[in-house]
Nanobody, 126 residues
Framework: QVQLLESGGGLVQPGQSLRLSCAASASSSNRYAMAWFRQAPGKDREFVAAIRWTGGTTYYADSVKGRFAISSNNAKNTIYLQMNRLNAEDTAVYYC???????????????????WGQGTQVTVSS
């Protein structure tokens, strides 16, 4: 069992930045990825970004490419999501996810992840 604890959400104005963190209680294997998904009110949960623990390959949704950056601290079993140039469309609950043994084609899919955090609210508003 892997527990995920997100932090860093909050209220910011358009154009500002925010950094989310997600700490995993343990790692169940070396071949896994961690990711961020988000869910806006009235919308389906969508993929935001992911990173492979081994090698550090990163993946991004087109909507955040160039604005968001995912990174990891392997020693702390923690990933981060640096979000820059935020806009109102980024308002959502952001969820951290952990996918042991995930294959590349499943990286942007919710079904590829076995463990989920509780979510942290990000609100972008003037």
């Amino acid at each position: 069992q892997v527990q995920l604890l997100e932090s860093g959400g909050g209220l910011v104005q358009p154009g500002q930045s925010l950094r989310l963190s997600c700490a995993a209680s343990a790692s169940s294997s070396n071949r896994y990825a961690m990711a961020w998904f988000r869910q806006a009110p009235g919308k389906d949960r969508e993929f935001v970004a992911a990173i492979r623990w081994t090698g550090g390959t990163t993946y991004y949704a087109d909507s955040v490419k160039g604005r968001f950056a995912i990174s990891s601290n392997n020693a702390k079993n923690t990933i981060y999501l640096q979000m820059n140039r935020l806009n109102a469309e980024d308002t959502a609950v952001y969820y951290c996810a952990y996918g042991p043994g995930i294959i590349t084609s499943s990286v942007p899919l919710q079904s590829g992840y076995r463990y989920w955090g509780q979510g942290t609210q990000v609100t972008v508003s003037s």
